[in-house]
């Protein structure tokens, strides 16, 4: 793959060697689902949450307990996989990212595959 590019806000344009160094520096938080990205000369310039990194955990996350009332975020994916993984969030707290209608339950999205690790490893 060819360059890939980047900027934030007013910065200069950087450049990585692929997506893969672009996900490193995500878990940095030096890029943001609003960094502006160019994959190619065919997109241009856009919203790393608007291109194909949206999946990989580009999206930003919140979530609302509806006990307290409170809403929190934004998460990226990895840091919701990593709550659920420590048993901090249950199945059926509720989420919403951009793209969703209305708030869903974690486990109707693609964390399910998280819970279901859980699961999968209590010995029976």
Known sequence: ???????????????????EELIELQTMAIIRS??????????????AEETELRFKGFAEWYLY????KVMTGPFY???IESMIADLE??????CWCK???DWKPLILTDFEQSFKKITDNIPQ
């Open 1 to 19: 793959m060819n360059k890939v590019f980047y900027k934030n806000n007013d910065q200069e344009i950087d450049s990585v060697d692929s997506i």
């Open 77 to 79: 994916v990895k840091e």
């Open 34 to 47: 609003y960094t502006l990205v160019w994959l190619s000369e065919k997109e241009g310039w856009k919203m």
């Open 99 to 101: 793209g969703f209608s």
């Open 89 to 94: 969030l249950e199945p059926y707290i509720l």
């Open 65 to 68: 307990f509806e006990d307290t």
